[in-house]
T-cell receptor, first 116, second 117 residues
Framework: DTEVTQTPKHLVMGMTNKKSLKCEQHMGHRAMYWYKQKAKKPPELMFVYSYEKLSINESVPSRFSPECPNSSLLNLHLHALQPEDSALYLC???????????????FGPGTRLTVL | AQTVTQSQPEMSVQEAETVTLSCTYDTSENNYYLFWYKQPPSRQMILVIRQEAYKQQNATENRFSVNFQKAAKSFSLKISDSQLGDTAMYFCAFMKPQGGGADGLTFGKGTHLIIQP
């Protein structure tokens, strides 16, 4: 299985709602990533998990809360979002090499989020 | 911090032609990795080709090849015999070596490639 799956595909939420995005992989990868991609822009890194521990937080507002319950699953909890948070949220996973090696990232199809 | 620059926002070529997408980057690292990712319309990002900076030989994957010039910090992608399915946004990306950890990709702004029938 060389697939990263994301649910839901689309999500519309109000500014007072709480929702979660889910990402799953069964490739045995021990690094997982969240990226945010606005229309016609490149993906921007939000969070990196390595061995289920948060290793990078790119100064993301606290209304985005990541969680990595196990090595196959990554969640992004959303609360009190703003309309400017509307974007495609991409999840990716990769191996982690002790020394060297290319950590090729495999991307999921994304969740298209609209905040009203 | 690394920066990746793609100077061609959009390119259009006829089917079966050869096209070259340009990418330059800036880094103080000596060892790193470079990638070209393809994102078709409303479809997910997939890896096209990758290059390790310590390898002088240019990477090739079927119709896709790169011209990696480390001193010039240039990493262009050549697509030969272009096909309609090559229509997509192409992103050049940079990654530092990991050494036991994980790091994100730094992407260029992308080049929208259109293959005309």
């Amino acid at each position: 299985d060389t697939e990263v799956t994301q649910t839901p595909k689309h999500l519309v939420m109000g500014m007072t709602n709480k929702k979660s995005l889910k990402c799953e992989q069964h490739m045995g990868h021990r690094a997982m990533y969240w990226y945010k991609q606005k229309a016609k822009k490149p993906p921007e890194l939000m969070f990196v998990y390595s061995y289920e521990k948060l290793s990078i937080n790119e100064s993301v507002p606290s209304r985005f809360s990541p969680e990595c319950p196990n090595s196959s699953l990554l969640n992004l909890h959303l609360h009190a979002l703003q309309p400017e948070d509307s974007a495609l949220y991409l999840c990716a996973s990769s191996q982690v090499f002790l020394a060297g090696g290319i950590n090729e990232q495999f991307f999921g199809p994304g969740t298209r989020l609209t905040v009203l | 911090a690394q920066t990746v620059t793609q100077s061609q926002p959009e390119m259009s070529v006829q089917e079966a032609e050869t096209v070259t997408l340009s990418c330059t980057y800036d880094t103080s690292e000596n060892n790193y990795y470079l990638f070209w990712y393809k994102q078709p319309p409303s479809r997910q990002m997939i890896l096209v080709i990758r290059q390790e900076a310590y390898k002088q030989q240019n990477a090739t994957e079927n119709r896709f090849s790169v011209n990696f010039q480390k001193a010039a910090k240039s990493f262009s992608l050549k697509i030969s015999d272009s096909q309609l399915g090559d229509t997509a946004m192409y992103f050049c990306a940079f990654m530092k070596p990991q050494g036991g950890g994980a790091d994100g990709l730094t992407f260029g702004k992308g080049t929208h490639l259109i293959i005309q029938p």
